[in-house]
């Protein structure tokens, strides 16, 4: 029996054909064939070569071998079924010894997945459906296998887009907040708005400032507020710095509350954001481009508790979910808002006589005209790892972290930047040779101190053996951050990057 999708869709001869296997290379010259034309032939062709005289690896016989005796539309013991592709890691695949079986297993599934997507887009009776729904399901951060929501926007509600990157999905926030309390602002551009007044923690993005320069609202119009010892935006000084800008006469239209902070993975306490933004009647927006995958993560999306209040949410699949840049969605909870900010109906694209339902164009949504398909590698991403894949990649990391942090706390020579557990994978710390360790003068300790973590990460990248990143944050001086996104690092990794800073660092 052919196997599901591409393959079934064949038609005449596909019952108890084993060459419908999707894994076989003749079931893909079968399938070019579909394809008319040019596209048709090349692929053939491409397929065909040496099909006869094909002098396969060992491997690849028995992968092909494995496949062919499987219709694996239940469960068996066909090399697909045994690979467990949430827990494949680039290291596992070639140029790995023993990598041949897992690479060839992978690809595979790569393509029947992405023929199964061609497939179905080429199909008249489907491509609206795909194309829209696609997008619009997963901006709305919706998945297949549980049709939960993830965010818990009340009924289903949301709106959003993918963007090109963190950056601008926070800029698209502040552009529909200033539209919904201004709408005028579109036409009539920034002198029909008073001077309005945007509010951030002092530990937030910089793109909250570019977004306000950009967009005309200028950065003296970003109201840095508070964070505490741990990096948290302090809920009383926020309100206390909205008071203070309306009685200047200021206009506040936008607070970004920071759900994962780049340098210490903060999360800012979005309940108490959201009372203030709700009295004082101000757009919420939730900046999770770091931390907002945490969503996906039964244990650690508590942290987010608050984010469905928020009117707005910038989250990164690039970032903790390892999806290859550019993946990010600013996501709105009012529908419609986007569309009406943004649309000028260039009558040229989105023709209002066209033949199908028209809420299916969504392009006019976004400020770019052609672009990629950002959801695409999002979409076969899950597809392949599934929402509980994708969980158990981004507990392992905070579960390393935590590791990293139990180990160097109270390490001799290790001190950390902040008391207690970090909320994200962010561990941040000083390593201080033994030559600083005991210096009683605090002013030579703090300047010495500054210059070890730009020393030892030079020495990291001349060794080439590791390389984590530093910085200065407020009036602290140059200090580690370990931020650990890929899960496929080890415990064994972690052991060895606290031996290597040791060892770089000893002579200080
Ligand atoms: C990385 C980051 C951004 C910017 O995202 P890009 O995709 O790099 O543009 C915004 N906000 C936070 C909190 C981030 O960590």
Redesign the pocket.
């Given at each position: 029996m052919a196997s599901t999708g591409f393959w079934s869709r064949e038609g005449e001869n596909a019952a108890g054909d084993s060459n419908q296997s999707p894994s076989t290379p003749r079931a893909w010259c079968l399938a070019a064939q579909k394809f008319t034309g040019d596209l048709g032939s090349k692929l053939y062709a491409l397929l065909n070569v040496g099909e006869g005289n094909k002098t396969a690896s060992s491997a690849t016989k028995k992968v092909l071998a494995a496949s062919e005796n499987c219709d694996c539309n239940k469960p068996c013991n066909c090399s697909k079924r045994n690979l467990d592709l949430s827990n494949l890691y680039s290291t596992d695949l070639l140029p790995a010894s023993d990598g041949d079986l897992a690479t060839i297993t992978f690809l595979q599934e790569v393509v029947d997945l992405m023929l199964a997507y061609i497939v179905t887009s080429f199909d008249r009776s489907t491509k609206v459906h795909i194309r829209g729904r696609a997008s619009v399901r997963a901006a709305g951060v919706r998945h297949s296998e549980e049709d939960e929501e993830i965010i818990g926007w009340q009924d289903g509600q949301g709106d959003g887009i993918f963007s090109?990157?963190?950056?601008?999905?926070?800029m698209y926030a502040m552009l529909v907040a200033r539209f919904k309390m201004f709408p005028e602002v579109k036409e009539k551009g920034m002198s029909s708005v008073p001077r309005l007044a945007a509010f951030t923690s002092e530990h937030?993005?910089?793109?909250?400032k570019k977004g306000a320069a950009a967009l005309g609202i200028g950065t003296d119009s970003v109201i840095c507020i508070k964070a505490d010892e741990s990096g948290k935006m302090m809920p009383l000084d926020l309100e206390r710095r909205i008071v203070e800008a309306k009685q200047k006469g200021l206009v506040p239209f936008f607070v970004s509350a920071?759900?994962?902070?780049?340098v210490y993975g903060a999360f800012d306490p979005l309940h108490a954001v959201a009372d203030i933004c709700k009295k004082h009647n101000i757009w919420m927006h939730v900046?999770?481009?770091?931390?907002g995958s945490l969503l996906m993560s039964r244990k650690h999306r508590w942290k987010l508790d608050g984010v469905e209040r928020a009117n707005s949410v910038?989250w990164?699949p690039?970032?903790m979910m390892s999806v290859p840049?550019?993946s990010?969605a600013l996501l709105v909870r009012e529908e419609g808002l986007m569309q009406n900010c943004n649309q000028l109906q260039a009558c040229y694209l989105f023709q209002q006589d066209k033949h199908y339902d028209l809420s299916y164009d969504t392009g006019d949504k976004a400020l770019q005209c052609g672009r990629h398909v950002d959801i695409f590698k999002l979409w076969l991403m899950w597809r392949a790892k599934g929402t509980f894949g994708f969980e158990a990649q981004i507990d392992k990391c905070l579960e390393l972290s935590e590791y990293l942090y139990n180990k160097i706390k109270d390490r001799e020579g290790y001190e950390m930047v902040f008391d207690g557990k970090p909320q994200h994978t962010n561990v941040c710390f000083w390593y201080l040779p033994p030559g600083i360790r005991y210096l009683e003068d605090k002013e030579e300790r703090r300047r010495r101190l500054h210059k070890v973590a730009p020393a030892i990460k030079a020495r990291m990248m001349e060794n080439g053996t590791t390389m984590v990143s530093y910085q200065p944050q407020g009036d602290k001086v140059n200090f580690f951050r370990m931020v650990i996104s890929n899960p496929a690092a080890t415990f064994e990794d972690i052991d060895f990057l606290i031996e290597e800073i040791d060892r770089l660092g000893q002579d200080l």
């Open positions: 090109p990157g963190g950056a601008i999905s926070n937030s993005h910089f793109s909250i920071t759900a994962g902070t780049t900046d999770g481009a770091w931390g910038t990164n690039h970032k840049l550019q990010s």
